[in-house]
C-alpha cells in the first residue's frame, strides 16, 4: 500500500523567523525552500510513498518543488497550516480517493526515505495516527486510512491536541528522521547531526553555527 502526502509551505519570506539567531533575513528564505526540497526529494523516494502533493503559493518553490516531482496546489483558503492542510487533503482526495494520505512537516532535512517507510507502514493499522515531533511537543506527520478525514491539529501543542482529537500515537524506533523538524538554530544543529540532504548542507555551510 502507498501513501500519498500532503506537504504545506508558507511563503518562503515569511518562513522559519524562529531562526533568526541563527539565519538573518536574507538566508532564512532559501533555508525554508532547501528544507523543503530534501524533504520531498526523501519522501518521493520512500518505497511506500506514492505521490507528494505540496500546497504553497510560493511561485518560486512551486517551480523548485514541481521540478523533483511533487505536485502543487495553490494555498486557496490562505488560512493558515490547518486550512491549508485540509484544502490539500480535499485536492488529493479528488484524484486519489482509494489512497491512504498522510500530512508531512516540510521542515524535515533529514529525512531518510526507510525511516518514512518506516511510519507509515505503522500508520497503516489505524484509522488517523500521528508522530510526535523530537521536542515531545509537536507533531511532524498526521497519518489516516482512505476515506477518513485528515483532521489537521498542527500548531502550539499539537502532540496532545491530536491525542485528544482521537488520533493513536504512533511510537516505532529508529525514526528519528522523521521526528526531527527544524524551528530553531537547536533544531537544526540536532538535524545535521543527523546527516541532511544535499540541499540544506549546501544552505547550512553559509551559516556559523556553534559546534559544526
Do not use: C, Y
Request: glycine share 8%; no cysteine; hydrophobic share 50%.
Amino acid at each position: 500500500m502507498q501513501w500519498t502526502l500532503v506537504i504545506p509551505l508558507k511563503p518562503l519570506a515569511l518562513a522559519k523567523s524562529r531562526l533568526a539567531d541563527t539565519a538573518t533575513d536574507g538566508l532564512r528564505p532559501g533555508l525554508a525552500l532547501a528544507f523543503a526540497e530534501d524533504t520531498v526529494a526523501a519522501a518521493l523516494a520512500s518505497p511506500a510513498v506514492r505521490d507528494v502533493a505540496v500546497v504553497t503559493d510560493d511561485a518560486l518553490a512551486g517551480r523548485v518543488l514541481a521540478a523533483l516531482g511533487a505536485r502543487i496546489v495553490a494555498d486557496e483558503p490562505r488560512g493558515g497550516l490547518n486550512a491549508a492542510l485540509t484544502h490539500g487533503a480535499a485536492a488529493v482526495r479528488a484524484f486519489r480517493p482509494d489512497s491512504p494520505l498522510a500530512a508531512l512537516n516540510a521542515d524535515l532535512p533529514a529525512l531518510r526515505p526507510s525511516e518514512l517507510a518506516r511510519v507509515l507502514e505503522a500508520a497503516l493499522e489505524f484509522p488517523r495516527s500521528f508522530l510526535p515531533d523530537a521536542a515531545g511537543i509537536g507533531t511532524t506527520l498526521l497519518a489516516v486510512a482512505a476515506g477518513r478525514e485528515l483532521l489537521p491539529e498542527f500548531g502550539t501543542d499539537s502532540r496532545a491536541r491530536h491525542r485528544t482529537s482521537g488520533a493513536v500515537e504512533l511510537r516505532p524506533e529508529g525514526v528519528d528522521s522523521v521526528r526531527q523538524d527544524v524551528d530553531t538554530g537547536e533544531d537544526l544543529r540536532a538535524a545535521l547531526s543527523l546527516g541532511v540532504g544535499p540541499r540544506t548542507a549546501a544552505a547550512a555551510a553559509r551559516l556559523l553555527i556553534p559546534g559544526q
